[in-house]
């Protein structure tokens, strides 16, 4: 059984910055895409940044030289280093896991930009 745990999740001025982390557990982790995802209240969820097996990286066009995603195969870790945050950057952030049998998804992670 996948599990995935996320975790860094809080309030934060304008302008600052926040880790994700999200840790899988339950099966091999390295060959497949992971990914953030998030969604604000009203809006459907949408791709932040996904990371290919083999590092390949995309990012939206709104978060693009502002998050950093990283994975760690090693610790089964996947993180999205978030700067310059923004209040339309406010929603719960899910971890995502794609297989050839489907995507995973974590409980998810409030983060809320607001002074």
């Known amino acids: 059984q996948v599990q995935l745990v996320e975790s860094g999740g809080g309030l934060v001025q304008p302008g600052g910055s926040l880790r994700l982390s999200c840790a899988a557990s339950g099966r091999s982790f390295s060959f497949y895409a992971m990914g953030w995802y998030r969604q604000a209240p009203g809006k459907q969820r949408e791709l932040v940044a996904i990371?290919?097996?083999?590092?390949?990286?995309n990012y939206a066009t709104s978060v693009n030289g502002r998050f950093t995603i990283s994975r760690d195969n090693a610790k089964s870790t996947v993180d999205l280093q978030m700067n310059s945050l923004k209040p339309e950057d406010t929603a719960v952030y899910y971890c995502n896991l794609k297989t050839p049998m489907g995507d995973y998804w974590g409980q998810g992670t409030q983060v809320t930009v607001s002074s």
């Open positions: 990371i290919s097996s083999g590092g390949n990286i």
